[in-house]
């Protein structure tokens, strides 16, 4: 048997143990986990995808941002929604990560897949088509993926 000290020095010895460690584990779909199982997954998970970003003071690491809205969402305005508050979570993932909305389709589910593409902008698209387009997203979403963008 390995001492358990040394699993965790093989586990964080090297940022590849370390990001295989934090890498969810097989499919996630929301269906068949429990809401606490389901975002603490969504947190690993957008943790791993902005790893190497910063917010605009370039200190500060971008997971703090995606830790505000959940709280926000939770604590001030009350959401307990498991879909809309994962949605939040991974709002930027596939807006500012090489990440693509089939693959949180894929980890998370439909329902959720739905609401992160509600919250997220086309970079394809120019500025002002992009914002337009944005916003008629918004309008036709449900309440609580409204509240998310607040």
Not at 42 to 54: E, G, I, M, V
Request: with cysteine; charged share 25%; proline share 5%.
């Amino acid at each position: 048997m390995v001492p358990q000290s040394e699993v965790l020095a093989n586990a964080v010895g090297s940022n590849l143990g370390l990001l295989s460690w934090l890498a969810p584990k097989g499919p996630l779909k929301s269906e068949l986990n429990s809401p606490t199982q389901i975002v603490l997954q969504a947190f690993r998970y957008a943790a791993l995808k902005h790893r190497q970003q910063t917010l605009a003071d370039g200190v500060t690491p971008y997971f703090v941002h995606v830790v505000r809205v959940c709280w926000i969402l939770r604590d001030v305005f009350q959401i307990k929604d498991t879909a809309t508050i994962v949605a939040s979570i991974l709002h930027d993932v596939v807006e500012d990560t090489a990440t693509d909305i089939e693959e949180i389709e894929e980890l998370f589910g439909k329902t959720i897949a739905q609401y992160v593409d509600l919250l997220t902008k086309d970079p394809a698209l120019p500025k002002r088509q992009r914002e337009r387009e944005y916003d008629e997203k918004l309008l036709n979403a449900p309440e609580a993926v409204q509240i998310a963008k607040l």
